[in-house]
C-alpha cells in the first residue's frame, strides 16, 4: 500500500464537479505540503494546488484558480481537491504528491493517481 491513496475520479459533463480525496499517514501529513497534480496525455505533469497543512496556507495553477479548492482535514490525514465548473482541458490523470515545495520536481511522494474525464 502507498503513502498517498487518491480516490474520487471519475466521468463527468462539463460544468460538473467532482471531489477529489488524498488520504496519507499523520506523519507525511504533518511534515510535507500535499500538492494535486495532473497529468494529460501527452502533456507534462503540471501542479493543480497545494497546502501547508500546518498554516492553512494554499496556492493554485492559474488555469484553476476561481473554479478549484484544496482543503484538509487534520483528523483524517486527508487533503481534498474540489473542483467545479470542469472543463473538457482538466481531463487528466490526477495525482497527489507530498514535498518540502509545491514544485513537480520537489515531491518526495507520490499517489497511484485517479482518472478524471470531462465530456463536451
Same mark, same amino acid.
Given at each position: 500500500q502507498g503513502q498517498l491513496e487518491e480516490s474520487g475520479g471519475g466521468l463527468v459533463q462539463a460544468g460538473g464537479s467532482l471531489r477529489? !480525496?488524498?488520504t496519507t499517514n499523520d506523519f507525511i501529513y504533518d511534515y510535507y505540503n500535499i500538492g494535486w497534480f495532473r497529468e494529460a496525455p501527452g502533456?507534462?505533469?503540471e501542479g493543480v !494546488?497545494?497546502?501547508n497543512t500546518s498554516n492553512g496556507f494554499t496556492s493554485y495553477g492559474d488555469s484553476v484558480k476561481g473554479r478549484f479548492t484544496t482543503s484538509a482535514d487534520r483528523a483524517k !490525514?486527508?487533503?481534498?481537491l474540489q473542483m467545479r465548473s470542469l472543463k473538457?482541458?482538466?481531463t487528466a490523470v490526477y495525482y497527489c504528491g507530498a514535498g518540502?515545495?509545491?514544485?513537480v520536481t520537489g +515531491? !518526495?511522494?507520490?499517489? +497511484?493517481g485517479t482518472q478524471v474525464t470531462v465530456s463536451s
Open positions: 477529489l !480525496s488524498c502533456k507534462e505533469r !494546488s497545494c497546502i !490525514s486527508t487533503v481534498y473538457p482541458e482538466d518540502h515545495s509545491c514544485d +515531491q !518526495s511522494y507520490w499517489g +497511484q
